[in-house]
């Protein structure tokens, strides 16, 4: 096509010079009431949008088009930038009339996932960001690499920086590809663009679309000019500097590229240290956003009682950035405390803020200028529930510092007000627009429209009577204007002041002058109206815009105050208590504490108590489903809770101020994710050996699951000694590894808990309480017994699991391999680890493997039994809810049972293989 671009039609010709201008997106081109694109595009926009495709035909040979119906726009632009396709739009940039030839368009805005500002095409209550990462000499070698940022532990130091189009909030930071890791999830950006140098690992990371930009506009001289329209260069870090400055070129580029954004009022600088520490790992484990198994619920929508847009995005930043600092934590959870100790205060304030609409994201189309007058009177309305708001604060001294804040911005209100009509029409062109009162010549000039209307109206009585002719008729065409219409009966009426204009079948119209001068008049003064009208919007929008940085301190005043209402209503709606959190707090305490979303669908959630001091490992212990991991997230929420300055779900809380948590669940199911999961688990383990310290929560569930028991009971137990000896964090460890437990009699840091079965009315049932010391390593047998499991068979099992213990299977690290047979468990999931189901079920089958053959096989029922329940279990397996993993897992099982049953050649049976290729 583009060879014979000398041929092409003039519109086409000038696409082609669009796209190959814009080569990395999309381009649509504005023709009348579509949007268009042609040839390769109109095949790939007509595929993801599901439009049809036309083929075009012209002089100089077919084309393909498709076209995206205006009106409906976002609907199919959505689906392209899902679909991760960069769309530009070229807009008429000249007025159609007044073109000679072919109208100049020019591309007005380039959409991409992380840059759109259309309301339509973004999440209301959460952030849309781009992240960019850069090296501090833009990637190139010859330019001595100046170091940014300090902590690298090692590798290059990177500048990451990342900004809302939408709503104008930037930010900036540095640190080593661990750090940018983190600091990428907690980010969570819709796009990133990854500099030249930087290590591709760290952008292919990122779970994203990721952007390519020229090179040049890394380079450190370009970034620098760039960000100088922003901030001053000086106050960042040479890599925060390309970061940050290429960025916000990025983001100039898809708003068309005309000058800075304005609403992008500060690039803010920060340290990640500042905040609580939770990577990508603890964000996922302990759901705070993002939901992968069971409820569906997460915290973020257990606590969002917001009720603005911006209170909403505020509670997720600092659920995302819990604090650090012991004052602003405490300071927090007075204005909580305050909220929540005045019902109508804090309903006031709420009830106010469901009109507030979203004035960061109206202020940055006020920058834009792309605010119609609609959103202006939003902007107005917004304005106008803050007194209410400040009236409800008043006298609330811990509210005091936020009323402050809370400027109504009466001068722009009023402004808005007197300007504004009070239901505008969607466009601005169209008049309508400004109120009557506002300015002199407008309300002139609509004077002589009416006046001019009002003429007319009663020229068609005049007439009638002057002329006597009584079917005389007044009307209006577009095309031919005002005329007077007479049937051709009456014809030998009309005066001689009349002029024909039109000839009809059954009437001739005619005009006046004086009709004709009116018409002019009005016709004349609607366009001078209407004209004048965007005039004075315009400028109006300009002088709100001049505005943007008292808009946007307001905005972050009715942020604050949302969210606070929010996390008192929350607390005390749900029986949230304040938690102490004081200088001389060197331990967690809960009284009854819960776990906040899994209380909300639990028929009766069990409140449980935790006592450590500081440096505490607590090994907990217990069969599957009894509730270790429920009750380890609960105490580490409750931590991230305290320092995002909620109040907790217990009776009493103390908690000290922690760096960092971390969350490391053990061969999790997830084998989808390529790399094997023992290998991810043993990398993330690793993580939390090295970078925790002694003020540190780490949670530790089931580690060493992912390979052989032996393997994984030697490096659980020296996980817990490092944790103990070297970081001294306060660590929970959930384990299925009974050997541990007697860590708690070497080291006095180490202590036990367990949760247990037990029968209650006459059924098997867990109890969900959490108790001192070690669940008994045979409570697999034990709750077989509880089930029902026939005594001789019991009697044997507790046998097996004495001689187990003996033969040291039970000691750890150093300890020999177990004897054959007694491992099979861990198989399906660890000493003791099975469920109720299969406890109850196979209880029999523990260490059964040392009966081989027919001969020496138990007794007869016992194998038949074993058949039977095998078969029941083959067939009872919910292949619907089991993943693939712990089906490979139950396969093993079954296999391996089914040796036994059978003529029993254990040679068959890999004691170590956990089927999950868990070998590294
Ligand atoms: P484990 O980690 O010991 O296998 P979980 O913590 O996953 O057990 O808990 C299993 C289930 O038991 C959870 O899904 C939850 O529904 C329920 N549960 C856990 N703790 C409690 C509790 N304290 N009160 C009521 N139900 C609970
Ligand atoms: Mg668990």
Redo the contacts with the bound molecule.
């Keep these: 096509m583009l060879d014979r671009r000398e041929e092409l039609t003039p519109m086409l010709a000038q696409y082609v010079e669009v796209a190959e201008r814009y080569d990395d997106a999309v381009v649509l081109f504005r023709v009348g009431d579509f949007y268009k694109a042609f040839c390769e595009a109109a095949d790939e926009v007509a595929r993801v949008c599901e439009l049809t495709r036309i083929e075009r035909e012209d002089s100089t040979g077919t084309y393909t088009a498709c076209g995206i119906p205006v009106d409906n726009a976002p609907k199919y632009l959505k689906r392209l930038l899902d679909a991760e396709y960069r769309v530009a739009v070229a807009d008429q940039v000249e007025d159609p009339e007044e073109a000679s030839g072919l109208v100049e368009r020019a591309v007005t805005q380039v959409l991409t996932p992380g840059t759109v500002v259309e309301e339509e095409l973004l999440a209301e209550g959460s952030n849309t960001y781009v992240a960019c990462v850069a090296t501090a000499d833009g990637g190139s070698d010859d330019s001595a690499a100046e170091a940014g940022g300090d902590g690298a532990r090692d590798g290059p130091t990177y500048g990451v920086a990342h900004v809302d189009v939408s709503t104008g909030e930037c930010a900036v930071t540095a640190g080593d590809a661990a750090a940018v890791d983190e600091e990428l999830a907690r980010i969570d950006p819709a796009e990133l663009l990854g500099g030249p140098g930087v290590d591709p690992g760290v952008v292919d990371g990122a779970d994203c679309m990721v952007t390519e930009r020229d090179a040049g506009k890394f380079a450190p001289d370009a970034a620098g000019a760039v960000l100088d329209r922003y901030a001053d260069p000086d106050r960042f870090d040479a890599a925060e500097r390309v970061a940050a400055g290429a960025l916000l070129s990025y983001a100039e580029y898809t708003q068309g590229d005309d000058g800075p954004l304005e609403y992008v009022r500060r690039v803010r600088r920060y340290d990640p240290r500042r905040s609580l520490r939770l990577d990508a790992t603890a964000l996922r484990g302990l759901e705070l956003f993002e939901n992968h198994v069971?409820s569906g619920r997460t915290l973020f929508d257990t606590l969002d009682e917001t009720r603005s847009a911006l209170g909403r995005r505020r509670l997720r930043a600092w659920l995302r950035r819990p604090l650090v600092d012991r004052e602003a934590i405490e300071a927090r959870h007075d204005a909580v405390a305050a909220f929540a100790e005045r019902t109508l205060v804090r309903e006031d304030v709420r009830e106010a803020l469901s009109a507030a609409y979203d004035l960061e994201r109206l202020a940055g189309r006020v920058s834009r200028g792309r605010a119609n007058a609609r959103d202006l009177r939003s902007l107005h309305d917004t304005l106008a529930a803050v007194p209410a708001v400040r009236e409800a604060l008043a006298g609330v001294d811990a509210l005091a510092d936020v009323r402050a804040d809370l400027d109504p911005l009466d001068d722009l209100r009023e402004l808005i007000d007197a300007a504004v009509a009070e239901d505008p029409p969607q466009e601005i062109t169209d008049g309508g627009v400004i109120r009557a009162g506002y300015d002199d010549e407008l309300d002139e000039i609509r004077t002589t429209a009416r006046e001019g209307r009002e003429w007319i109206a009663e020229l068609e009585e005049r007439e009638r009577e002057r002329t006597g002719i009584d079917t005389l008729e007044v009307g209006y065409t577009q095309v031919h204007g005002y005329y007077i219409e007479v049937t051709n009966g009456q014809l030998d009426k009309v005066p001689d002041d009349y002029t024909r204009r039109q000839t009809l079948k059954n009437s001739e119209r005619f005009y006046t002058p004086e009709l004709k001068r009116r018409e002019d008049e009005i016709l004349g003064a609607d366009e001078r109206a209407d004209a004048l009208e965007y005039e004075l919007f315009v400028d109006l929008r300009e002088g709100v815009a001049v505005e943007s940085d008292r808009i946007g301190a307001l905005a972050d005043a009715v942020a604050r105050v949302d969210a606070l209402a929010a996390l008192a209503t929350a607390a005390v709606e749900r029986d949230y208590v304040r938690p102490e959190v004081g200088a001389d707090v060197d331990e967690i305490r809960l009284k009854r504490s819960?776990?906040p979303v899994?209380?909300e669908?639990?028929?009766?959630?069990?409140?449980?108590d935790a006592a450590l001091p500081r440096g505490t490992v607590a090994l907990?212990t217990?069969?599957?489903?009894?509730?270790?991991?429920?009750?380890?997230?609960?105490v580490a929420l409750a931590v991230v809770l305290a320092q995002a300055g909620s109040f907790v779900p217990a009776d009493a809380a103390r908690l000290p101020v922690v760096d960092r948590v971390f969350t490391r669940v053990g061969a999790s199911d997830d084998i989808a994710g390529g790399e094997s999961t023992f290998m991810r688990e043993m990398r993330e383990l690793t993580d939390v050996l090295h970078d925790a310290t002694a003020d540190s929560l780490v949670v530790l569930?089931?580690v060493g699951r992912g390979t052989s028991t032996t393997d994984g009971r030697a490096i659980a137990r020296a996980a817990v000694e490092f944790l103990h000896d070297e970081t001294g964090a306060t660590t929970l460890f959930?384990t299925h590894y009974h050997g541990l437990t007697d860590l708690a009699d070497e080291y006095d840091r180490v202590v036990n808990r367990h949760?247990a079965a037990a029968e209650r009315d006459g059924e098997v049932t867990?109890l969900?309480?959490?108790r001192e010391g070690a669940a008994s390593s045979s409570y697999g047998v034990e709750v077989a017994e509880l089930a029902g499991v026939p005594d001789p068979v019991v009697a044997r099992a507790h046998d097996l699991v004495a001689a187990d213990r003996e033969g040291g299977g039970g000691d750890g690290a150093e300890s020999p391999p177990d004897p054959a047979g007694t491992d099979d468990g861990e198989a399906a999931g660890g000493d003791g680890?099975r469920t109720l189901a299969e406890v109850a079920t196979n209880g029999h089958d523990r260490g059964d493997g040392e009966r081989d053959g027919d001969k020496d096989a138990g007794p007869p029922a016992v194998r038949d039994d074993a058949v039977a329940d095998l078969l029941a279990d083959l067939r009872d397996l919910p292949l619907a809810e089991t993943t693939p993993l712990e089906a490979l897992n139950r396969l093993h099982d079954l296999q391996r049972r089914a040796a036994e049953a059978g003529d029993g050649d254990r040679d068959d049976t890999d004691d170590d293989a956990t089927l999950d290729g868990g070998r590294p």
Aim: glycine share 8%; charged share 20%.
């Design positions: 069971g819960r776990h899994v209380e669908t639990a028929a009766e959630f069990v409140p449980n907990i217990g069969p599957n489903m009894s509730g270790k991991s429920t009750y380890m997230r609960q569930d089931e959930a949760f867990f969900h309480r959490v680890q």
